[in-house]
């Protein structure tokens, strides 16, 4: 094992698929659809399984080989649009103030210093844009429609932010065709995952919503329950630490997400990442660590790979490194890069 492969496995723990479960890998085409056809539903209820919150540990797994494609290029026929459904139908979560509106710097790094969207206004408006022209978000440059979202500045209800991120996976849905698929699902640390971080030899879908808890992200899984993924990386948890939340119902959450993930997309490779660490005086690092290693065996017991993301992140305190955070919560430029630097990696263990 090369030093690099030690490192990865010092992040991440391979526990075996749940029963009955397959790798996409094996089975994936090595070439990407030009087009995308738009579809127009609307989003099941679902039920949510009951909690076991029974702790054992499991065994490592062997990864699955995969094979590197070409990057393509990427549109949807603009005509075909019209079929869009602007009421697009997503099941409610309760109303709570959307926490930690402030946004990443991106300032060390010169392919991550280019004109972007830098408030959850002009995001917004960049992706409706992008899907209005039939492009991919994930594939942007970081500038693109700039005349769509430049100087925004009406904040989109947390209900715009569900319907957009539906639309964009019923796209994918009905797009996606034999093409290998990954999808970041979490809160606004997944939203603001750099595009330009993430690997081209497959399509991305981006499922974060700002300051949402993992009882939101449970309630939103169907929402992307018809696409195809290989792979689906989950972080939740720190909101809810932020709105009160006990233990228990962090836990029993994630133990949700998992199954609901696992039914819904049996052969897709699970990633469930760690909470990340804060720099916050109201927010105990040590409960996040203690959450951390239920979660890690909540991961185990489901049949899901765990991403120890606290080795990348925490510093000789035990909090979150200061040059990974603007405000002690969000990541900085180093910080996205870090992650960035991590998925890579988390990629290659699990592709080789």
Same mark, same amino acid.
């Given at each position: =094992?090369?030093?690099?492969?030690?490192?990865?496995?010092?992040?991440?723990?391979?526990?075996?698929?749940?029963?009955?479960?397959?790798?996409?890998?094996?089975?994936?085409?090595?070439?990407?659809?030009?087009?995308?056809? !738009?579809?127009?539903?609307?989003?099941?209820?679902?039920?949510?399984?009951?909690?076991?919150?029974?702790?054992?540990?499991?065994?490592?797994?062997?990864?699955?080989?995969?094979?590197?494609?070409?990057?393509?290029?990427?549109?949807?026929?603009?005509? /075909?649009?019209?079929?869009?459904?602007?009421?697009?139908?997503?099941?409610?979560?309760?109303?709570?103030?959307?926490?930690?509106? /402030?946004?990443?710097?991106?300032?060390?790094?010169?392919?991550?210093?280019?004109?972007?969207?830098?408030? #959850?206004?002009?995001?917004?408006?960049?992706?409706?844009?992008?899907?209005?022209? #039939?492009?991919?978000?994930?594939?942007?440059?970081?500038?693109?429609?700039?005349?769509?979202?430049?100087?925004?500045?009406?904040?989109?209800?947390?209900?715009?932010?569900?319907?957009?991120?539906?639309?964009?996976?019923?796209? =994918?849905?009905?797009?996606?065709?034999?093409?290998?698929?990954?999808?970041?699902?979490?809160?606004?640390?997944?939203?603001?995952?750099?595009?330009?971080?993430?690997?081209?030899?497959?399509?991305?879908?981006?499922?974060?919503?700002?300051?949402?808890?993992?009882?939101?992200?449970?309630?939103?899984?169907?929402?992307?329950?018809?696409?195809?993924?290989?792979?689906?990386? !989950? =972080?939740? #948890?720190?909101?809810?630490?932020?709105?009160?939340?006990?233990?228990?119902?962090?836990?029993?959450? =994630?133990?949700?997400?998992?199954?609901?993930?696992?039914?819904?997309?049996?052969?897709?490779?699970?990633? !469930?990442?760690?909470?990340?660490?804060?720099?916050?005086?109201?927010?105990?690092?040590?409960?996040?660590?203690?959450?951390?290693?239920?979660?890690?065996?909540?991961?185990?017991?489901?049949?899901?790979?765990?991403?120890?993301?606290?080795?990348?992140?925490?510093?000789?305190?035990?909090?979150?490194?200061?040059?990974?955070?603007?405000?002690?919560?969000?990541?900085?430029?180093?910080?996205?890069?870090?992650?960035?630097?991590?998925?890579?990696?988390?990629?290659?263990?699990?592709?080789?």
């Amino acid at each position: =094992m090369s030093d690099q492969n030690r490192w990865v496995a010092s992040l991440l723990t391979l526990v075996p698929l749940a029963t009955g479960a397959t790798s996409a890998n094996a089975a994936t085409n090595s070439t990407f659809n030009d087009r995308w056809e !738009v579809d127009n539903g609307g989003i099941e209820n679902f039920e949510k399984n009951e909690l076991d919150l029974i702790l054992t540990p499991a065994p490592i797994i062997s990864r699955a080989e995969i094979s590197t494609i070409s990057t393509p290029e990427f549109s949807i026929p603009v005509s /075909s649009l019209n079929q869009l459904n602007p009421d697009l139908y997503l099941p409610s979560v309760p109303e709570e103030p959307l926490i930690a509106r /402030s946004q990443p710097s991106f300032t060390s790094n010169p392919i991550y210093n280019q004109l972007k969207p830098r408030s #959850g206004a002009e995001l917004y408006q960049q992706r409706q844009a992008a899907l209005r022209a #039939g492009k991919l978000y994930t594939r942007l440059e970081p500038s693109s429609f700039q005349s769509a979202w430049l100087n925004a500045s009406v904040q989109p209800t947390h209900e715009q932010w569900q319907k957009l991120l539906a639309q964009e996976a019923r796209v =994918m849905a009905h797009s996606q065709g034999s093409n290998r698929l990954n999808i970041l699902v979490g809160d606004s640390l997944t939203l603001w995952f750099p595009t330009q971080g993430l690997s081209q030899d497959k399509f991305w879908l981006n499922q974060g919503i700002s300051g949402e808890n993992s009882g939101h992200v449970l309630s939103r899984l169907r929402a992307f329950g018809q696409t195809r993924p290989d792979r689906i990386y !989950v =972080m939740a #948890g720190i909101n809810d630490l932020r709105n009160g939340k006990s233990d228990y119902e962090i836990l029993s959450n =994630m133990r949700k997400i998992v199954q609901e993930l696992h039914q819904t997309h049996p052969q897709a490779d699970l990633v !469930v990442q760690s909470i990340l660490p804060t720099r916050l005086a109201n927010l105990s690092n040590r409960r996040i660590e203690q959450l951390n290693y239920h979660i890690q065996n909540i991961a185990q017991q489901e049949g899901a790979n765990y991403l120890n993301l606290s080795n990348v992140f925490t510093d000789a305190t035990g909090k979150l490194n200061q040059e990974y955070t603007t405000d002690g919560l969000h990541l900085s430029s180093q910080g996205y890069q870090a992650w960035q630097s991590a998925l890579q990696q988390t990629e290659e263990w699990l592709n080789n």
